[in-house]
């Protein structure tokens, strides 16, 4: 094993030729290794310079590596579509069977395109592919072994709890398994989102067949229908906390991948946009007072104050971890509900229409923050923060 003298050797500013030449006659490199340094020399300037403007303000996702790999993309879903409309025909009124061999011709078709060429954009495709099709698998496998209807009366509903809970643990606990085999397999980054959204959707009904046993035990009164606004107000903390754990999960990743580099960030990227819905939509109801049942805003006294505090707190946030995907989503939202309501008035007193200053606000806030990220970011992270905790985040850039 090679010791790394990183850390002992000055690394120096500039190695010459003449170096390059005595490192050939004393065997350190080889003459075609000198010449391929050589020419490496020559065009690295370009290429230095353009590196240096894309990714000073760029947050790297790297979902698509060029224009072959956009290529390959089109045929894979050229490949895909001839390939289930032709089992469609082979496999007529067999829609198990149809989902099984769809989701083995992902993996077959990944073992080259992703295990093999590293095809980013074609490799989520297929592993999308590969997600839906489990999921359909495992959709009929549950249909056909529980045959599960909608209730029709409330006696009926007390003898699905089994099936339903069953039902639910096979077919989410089998897309969980089969997206963690298949990142194992191939590392395809937005697998790290459908395992999220997986896990999501069980703790939902985990929590559910909770209550549900509760009130069946006798333990947990049954809401009256004057209850409901407020139980479907405390379901947003189930929401809530998978979106906390989600997002921890995430900023973990990028803590971990600091200098962005390896596939962990780009799982956090993917983690970021499942996370962002499921923390803005509880926080902006419980800040705002926002009618659960109708979906109307009836905002309390300090309502604009605490909408003013989460958008200020989002946006934090996202500059400290530097992650434009958390901040779209919340812009999204905020901008097609809270700020509608911040704007309301003013949009009563000079006669624009709310819709035109919810545009203006959002593309404003959207092109300074694209425009000059990374100066926001190192003015605004960089100056209220302590060192030891700016040691732990992403690097500011150039």
Known sequence: MVADTSDMVREPDEITGSTLHTAVAVGVITARQRDQLFALQASAPLAAVGNLESDADEENLRLIGGGNDLFVTVGTVLLTAGFYFASNTVLAGRPLWIAGVLALFGWGVAEVVTRQ?????????????????????????????????????????????????????????????????????????ILAGVIAIAATLLAFLQTTLLLYDGVASGTVTPPSLQDMPELLRAALYMPLICGLVVFATAVALDLYDRERRKIWSDCAFWLHVVSAPMLVHPLFIMATGQDVVFGRIEPGVDATIMLSILIIGFVYVALAI?????????????????????????????????????????????????????????????????????????????
């Open 322 to 398: 530097d992650r434009r995907s958390l901040l779209v989503p919340t812009l999204a939202y905020f901008g097609s509900l809270g700020i509608y309501y911040l704007v309301n008035s003013a949009a009563n007193t000079t006669g624009i229409p709310p819709f035109a200053l919810i545009l203006l606000t959002i593309g404003a806030l959207v092109i300074l923050f694209g425009a000059g990220w990374q100066r926001i970011r190192r003015l605004i992270v960089g100056s209220t923060l302590p060192t030891s905790v700016l040691d732990k985040l992403p690097p500011f850039k150039v």
């Open 117 to 189: 060429h590293r095809m980013k954009l074609a490799s989520t495709v297929l592993a999308l592919l590969f997600a839906g099709s489990t999921a359909a698998l495992l959709a009929i496998v549950v249909e056909q072994t529980y045959q599960i209807r909608l209730p029709e009366t409330i006696w009926e509903v007390l003898a699905l709890r089994g099936q339903v809970s069953q039902a639910g643990y096979l077919l989410l606990g089998g897309v969980i398994a089969a997206a963690l085999l298949y990142f194992w397999r191939f590392r395809v980054p």
